[in-house]
Nanobody, 126 residues
């Protein structure tokens, strides 16, 4: 079992940057493939970015490619999402997720993840 806690959200203007963190406690962090999902008001949750267990491979949804960077520090049990050039359409609650079921890869499908954090709000004003 792992517990996930997100932080770093806030209110920013379009073009600004934010860095989200996801701190994990419990089982060894490196056994988990990790991802960030987001849910905007009135919309379904969507995939944003994912990273493999050791961090060798990363994946992004098209709308954030070139602006967001996912990373992890297994020695600190923490995952990050660096968000640059933020747009109003990035406004959402951002959730981190962990999966024990992907030894080498990742997934953009929420049901492939076993554990979720409570979320952190990101609001981007125009």
């Amino acid at each position: 079992q792992v517990q996930l806690v997100e932080s770093g959200g806030g209110l920013v203007q379009a073009g600004d940057s934010l860095r989200l963190s996801c701190a994990a406690s419990g089982r060894t962090f490196s056994v988990y493939a990790m991802a960030w999902f987001r849910q905007a008001p009135g919309k379904e949750r969507e995939f944003a970015a994912a990273i493999t267990r050791i961090g060798g491979n990363t994946y992004y949804t098209d709308s954030v490619k070139g602006r967001f960077t996912i990373s992890r520090d297994n020695s600190k049990n923490t995952m990050f999402l660096q968000m640059n050039s933020l747009k109003p359409e990035d406004t959402a609650v951002y959730y981190c997720a962990a999966s024990l079921r992907m030894d080498r890869g990742t997934s953009d499908y929420g049901n492939d993840y076993d554990y979720w954090g409570q979320g952190t709000q990101v609001t981007v004003s125009s």
